[in-house]
Nanobody, 119 residues
Framework: VQLQESGPGLVKPSQTLSLTCTVSGGSITTHFYYWSWIRQPPGKGLEWMGAIAYSGSTHYSPSLKSRTSISRDTSKNQFTLQLSSVTPEDTAVYYC????????????WGQGTQVTVSS
């Protein structure tokens, strides 16, 4: 299984950040996998942002829920992150990753993509 993030590397403050994760070697609808977005700001630890399940249900970090939307395109085997009203504090390396029920260990990760929020 391979995951690859794509999207703009620079976003202006107040705009919406949009990233896509393209999955190959496995279907995003396969039971019982969850497909997550995780980020790492400079000098900080990993932060789970949210996930979309094999069923299509979505789950978000409470701290980001009001600004986050995760969707999928099963025909392209992709899932997408949208983060609205970004600020420089949203500057981070963004990763997509897969985890299986019972949601303990992430077994596959994308390489990560740097997103900088700056005017």
């Amino acid at each position: 299984v391979q995951l690859q993030e794509s999207g703009p590397g620079l976003v202006k403050p107040s705009q919406t950040l949009s990233l896509t994760c393209t999955v190959s070697g496995g279907s995003i609808t396969t039971h019982f996998y969850y497909w997550s977005w995780i980020r790492q700001p400079p000098g900080k630890g990993l932060e789970w942002m949210g996930a979309i399940a094999y069923s299509g249900s979505t789950h978000y970090s409470p701290s980001l829920k009001s600004r986050t939307s995760i969707s999928r395109d099963t025909s392209k085997n992709q899932f997408t992150l949208q983060l609205s009203s970004v600020t420089p504090e949203d500057t981070a390396v963004y990763y997509c990753a897969r985890v299986a029920v019972p949601l303990v260990d992430y077994d596959y990760w994308g390489q990560g993509t740097q997103v900088t929020v700056s005017s």
